[in-house]
């Protein structure tokens, strides 16, 4: 698979923030910390699609979607899902990929393409939805209640949400095996990405807290799985592409040097970190019917 060519970023996009404190009183730093206008964010959305689309198509075939489903991908991202859930669902189904911003997504290939900010805008096409998915969009949205109500409000009686996310805290590491100076420079380098990432209002905490949140937001049959890989290029080219994107942003905040990144960068490209992530809790449940 690979990333498809960008098209040009439209202005106007919403602001997703909300004006946060970061940890330690700092104003929070504005926006989602890993934006879809550069680059590296298509290259992350392949490795992304590399490494999880198999677990979340899993899910999908167990919660039943099939030909002529209904389906609602928020925050999409790349055209992996989408595209996933057009094969499934087939000419009689419909499926919807929305993103703040879009530009990753191609129109014409089975699915309908929307800018919709899942923070502000409410439910599209609400009640009619029998599976509305997210994966590793709430953990950057600061009113995360709110977006899975409106989530929830799409669904039909009966239609599955399904929320994945990261859980960073319960799972902090780069390199699990710390075994020498270059797998705990990556695990440095992963505590100052977490820090940028907190100061945007991220949750590290999130993923664990799903199955309650899936509750609280009026969902029955709540479940959930976690899921993480160790090691494998798939991982290496992620970080990889994480630190490029991010390495203005670390430099600014004091919380790395040139040289380390620079020597991560190598110590990637060597192949010898086995990178691994933070788990991904897959966590579903359904609208009463
Ligand atoms: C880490 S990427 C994950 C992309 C894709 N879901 C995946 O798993 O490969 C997060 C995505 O969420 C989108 N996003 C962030 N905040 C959002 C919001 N408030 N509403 C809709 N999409 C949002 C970003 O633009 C980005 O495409």
């Known amino acids: 698979m690979t990333a498809s060519p960008r098209t040009p970023h439209a202005d106007g996009r919403p602001d997703p923030t909300d004006g946060t404190t970061a940890p330690g ?21 392949v490795w992304l699609a590399e490494l999880f ?3 979340t198509r899993g899910h999908f075939e167990r919660l039943g979607v099939g030909a002529g489903s209904r389906c609602w991908e928020v ?5 992996g899902i989408p595209e996933a859930l057009a094969a499934a669902v087939g000419p009689t189904g419909h499926v919807l990929a929305t993103d703040i911003d879009p530009s990753w997504l191609k129109t014409g290939e089975g699915y309908e393409v929307r800018r919709h900010d899942v923070a502000v805008d409410p439910a599209p096409e609400p009640g009619t939805f029998d599976l509305v ?12 209640a709110k977006a899975l109500a409106t989530m929830a409000a799409a669904l039909r009686p009966g239609g599955w949400l399904l929320i994945e996310d990261a859980d960073t805290a319960l799972q902090p590491l780069a390199c699990l095996d710390d075994s020498g100076p270059a797998q705990r420079r990556a695990n440095r380098l992963r505590d100052a990405i977490r820090e940028l990432l907190a100061r945007r209002g991220a949750d590290l905490r999130y993923g664990r807290t799903l199955p309650r ?10 479940a959930a799985a976690g899921a993480f890989p160790v090691g494998g290029s798939a991982c290496d080219r992620l970080e990889a592409s994480t630190i490029r994107h991010v390495r203005a942003e670390l430099l600014a905040a004091g919380l790395a040097d040139d040289a380390e990144l620079d020597a991560h960068l190598a110590a990637i490209d060597a192949g010898e970190l086995d990178l691994t992530l933070a788990p991904l809790i897959s966590a579903w449940g359904r609208r009463p019917a």
């Open 25 to 45: 009183g700092e104003p929070a730093a504005r926006g989602y910390l890993l934006d879809n206008a550069r680059k590296e964010a298509g290259e992350r959305f």
């Open 53 to 55: 689309d198999g677990v």
């Open 75 to 79: 925050g999409a991202g790349g055209p």
């Open 133 to 144: 998915h997210a994966r590793l969009v709430l953990v950057h949205v600061p009113d995360r």
């Open 213 to 222: 949140a899936l509750r609280e937001a009026g969902l029955v049959d709540v």
